[in-house]
């Protein structure tokens, strides 16, 4: 499930910490997976969780408590809403609820073509330019109005076409 050259990957990670802490590097091999997979698995957990000697729950709770983890398959372009409540104050849900009715889909789903897959989100640390996104977890997007969402989604529409 996992390659050697992950495996190799996880070993770089591992040696920047110190030998008796190697279980630091959880983020970075927890990252990597999702590189590789598009996602992290129990299985994919388990295989981190072995390889820096930890116990797999504790793996699970840092793939659970952050939100940059996929526990699940998504769409190849991830748009995480903040909704947290600056956010919130500032259009944020109301972008959420643009977002799910031009796709035809509830926040925590995917569209049917398997492009796009929306979720809310909590604080992405840019409060002044709410409501803001982030694309695939990389790319922010910020004073999101109902125009911008549209040229987004129709944006990522034309990228996943091509």
């Known amino acids: 499930m996992i390659s050697e050259s992950t495996k190799a990957r996880f070993d770089r990670e591992v040696a920047k910490f110190p030998a008796d802490q190697k279980q630091s590097a959880v983020m970075a091999c927890l990252a990597i997976v999702q590189q590789e997979l598009g996602w992290v698995s129990s299985e994919s957990e388990k295989i981190v969780a072995d390889h820096l000697d930890m116990a797999p729950m504790a793996v ?6 952050y939100n940059m983890y996929n526990l699940k398959p998504v769409g190849k372009f991830k748009l995480n809403v903040c909704t947290n409540l600056p956010c919130q104050l ?3 849900a109301q972008a959420l609820a643009h977002l799910e009715h031009k796709l035809g889909i509830h926040a925590g789903e995917t569209t049917a073509d398997g ?4 979720q809310p989100s909590e604080c992405q640390g840019a409060c002044a330019d ?4 982030l694309v695939n977890d990389r790319n922010m997007c ?3 109005s109902n125009d911008k969402l549209d040229q987004l989604i129709e944006g990522l529409k034309k990228a996943g076409a091509a």
């Open 130 to 133: 709410a409501p803001v996104l």
């Open 115 to 118: 492009l796009i897959t929306l």
């Open 142 to 144: 910020s004073f999101m």
């Open 90 to 92: 500032r259009g944020g």
């Open 60 to 65: 699970h709770e840092v793939t659970t408590f």
